[in-house]
């Protein structure tokens, strides 16, 4: 018998191991893992033929939005607000623009990537 410490997590535990002479050993069969369910697959992006989408540069909750279908905006213009990290970050229009479709709706989460707005 040997006597080891092993620590897991931070806790030691105290263990003794015996050795086998391979006689006493019996293998368990083995058993594959369940494959990874698939991805659910993501909400439709608009396609760039009917406009330019704004992602969202980070996880984050909509706090608000300031922009509806139709509307134009300038390059700079605020187009959603969006919570992250307990900040609010500003999503402005990168070019002048009018607002194809909004994607997301006030108090929505969103992953990082995620179209929010489609400019035109």
């Known amino acids: 018998m040997k006597n080891l410490k092993i620590t897991v997590n931070g806790t030691v535990y105290n263990v003794q191991v015996e050795e086998a002479d391979g006689s ?3 293998s368990a ?3 594959k ?3 990874p369910k698939a991805a659910p697959a993501p909400k439709a992006e608009p396609s760039a033929a009917s406009g330019e989408p704004v992602k969202s540069p980070m996880p984050g909750t909509i706090i ?3 922009v509806k279908p139709g ?3 300038k390059k700079g213009d605020v187009l959603v607000i969006l919570e992250a990290m307990k900040m ?3 999503i402005k ?3 002048d623009a009018t607002v194809v479709s909004v994607a997301v709706n006030k108090g929505e989460s969103v992953d990082t990537g995620a179209v929010l707005v ?3």
Do not use: D, M, W
């Open 118 to 120: 489609t400019l035109g």
């Open 64 to 66: 608000n939005v300031l």
């Open 71 to 73: 509307q134009a905006v």
């Open 29 to 31: 069969p083995v058993q």
């Open 88 to 90: 609010e970050n500003e």
């Open 24 to 26: 006493e050993i019996q």
């Open 33 to 35: 893992a369940a494959a």
């Open 93 to 95: 229009s990168a070019k």
